[in-house]
């Protein structure tokens, strides 16, 4: 199965940018879109941005869409994910996931993720 490993979050203030990094080893990481989520205190987890496995297509969560990128190395089987333009709502742990249907082609916030990093911590202060 995919291991999946977040890095790169910490605190920047209100505008500033970060960019989270997800590697992953074991599994089928290069047939796999790979997502991002992202939970808040109190709040239910949300998709944020997907990429499918070849990195041809992306997709991003209305909230978040001209401010984040999300990208792939699949020779260094990592996933990105470029935050710009930070807002107070972008605090959340952020984590990463693995689809789980190789070449998935369909939509991307359709898919099932099934493997899960352990998060890391965006916060943005105003």
């Known amino acids: 199965q995919v291991q999946l490993v977040e890095s790169g979050g910490g605190l920047v203030q209100v505008g500033g940018s970060l960019r989270l990094s997800c590697a992953s080893s074991g599994g089928l990481f290069w047939a796999l879109a790979m997502g991002w989520f992202r939970q808040a205190p109190g709040k239910e987890r949300e998709f944020v941005a997907a990429i499918t496995w070849s990195g041809g297509s992306t997709s991003y969560a209305n909230s978040v869409k001209g401010r984040f990128t999300v990208s792939r190395d699949n020779a260094k089987n990592t996933v990105f994910l470029q935050m710009n333009s930070l807002k107070p709502e972008d605090t959340a742990v952020y984590y990463c996931?693995?689809?789980?249907?190789?070449?998935?082609?369909?939509?991307?916030?359709?898919?099932?993720?099934?493997?899960w990093g352990q998060g890391t911590q965006v916060t943005v202060s105003s």
């Open positions: 996931a693995s689809g789980t249907r190789p070449y998935y082609s369909g939509t991307l916030g359709d898919e099932n993720y099934g493997s």
